[in-house]
């Protein structure tokens, strides 16, 4: 009785839809609670490497303030130039963990919001008069596409650098085969609404149904509510942020 009020996700399955090799730091917060992680990645991350990126990145890395929409934009534009923060720049950051990849980059001060989405970082005060200003956007194409039109209807100029793509992938035939052998209702990590759409496109019909019928923990309100606009019935649980820790607490909160 002890252990299963300290283990609350012991035995359970979380869903992983994070890109190939992206999935270690769940795992470990999984184990944590004695949970373990079944990965279904549908996608991988390339960086961007060629003469309009880069040309794209210089122009973005100039700015008086420069975004960075997540750890794999941090890790794009790190490989492509080293970081260091001009005098007088503003960094801003999606959320912790992005903040913390730049620090890890080089970048010695970053702003990033308690609420961490695309709204969160909207709503900071760095970022609220622009006017003739330019923002430098580190990014991928396709990705939070709430944030580059709203900085411009605040008057920035916004310099896009998209660094990496998301580049799809077939998903394995083993994990497909662990994912239908499952008989308990398993958590999804629900961290982008991109990726699940994809996997919900992709995946054989049964397992896409099965998908749906998993319980949710969602990095963001936002996402909690296209969980359920994507036909999810089970319990939605909502996040403090998407770091594996807080997606995994928010499942074992939920268990109680």
């Not at 252990?3 to 470990?28: D, F, N, Q, T, W």
């Not at 709204?119 to 396709?142: C, D, I, M, Y």
């Not at 052998?181 to 982008?192: D, F, N």
């Not at 998908?211 to 994507?230: C, G, I, N, T, Y």
Request: with cysteine; net charge positive; glycine share 8%.
């Amino acid at each position: 009785m002890a252990k299963a009020k300290r283990m609350p996700l012991a035995r359970c399955y979380v869903i992983s839809l994070r890109p190939v090799g992206a999935h270690e730091s769940l795992r470990r917060a999984a184990a944590a609670r004695g949970a373990r992680v079944l990965a279904l990645s549908s996608w991988r991350i390339e960086t961007q490497d060629d003469a309009g990126t880069r040309r794209a990145l210089r122009a973005a890395l100039a700015a008086d303030l420069v975004i960075a929409t997540s750890p794999a934009a941090v890790r794009a534009t790190a490989a492509l130039q080293a970081l260091k923060r001009k005098r007088g720049q503003r960094w801003c950051a999606v959320g912790a963990g992005t903040a913390a990849a730049l620090r890890r980059a080089g970048i010695d001060a970053v702003v990033s919001p308690s609420r961490m989405d695309s709204e969160g970082l909207l709503a900071l005060a760095e970022l609220q008069s622009l006017h003739g200003r330019g923002v430098g956007l580190l990014t991928a194409p396709g990705g939070r596409n709430v944030i580059a039109p709203t900085l411009r209807k605040r008057g920035a100029h916004v310099l896009r650098a998209d660094v990496y793509r998301r580049v799809e992938i077939p998903f394995s035939s083993a994990s497909l085969s662990r994912f239908r052998a499952l008989r308990a209702k398993p958590w999804l990590a629900l961290g982008s609404g991109e990726a699940l759409q994809q996997a919900l496109t992709r995946l054989p019909a049964d397992l896409a149904d099965k998908l749906r019928a998993a319980d949710v923990a969602a990095a963001s309100e936002r996402l909690a509510q296209a969980a359920r606009e994507f036909g999810f019935q089970g319990r939605i649980a909502v996040a403090a942020s998407a770091r594996p820790r807080d997606l995994v607490a928010a499942m074992a909160a939920a268990i109680g």
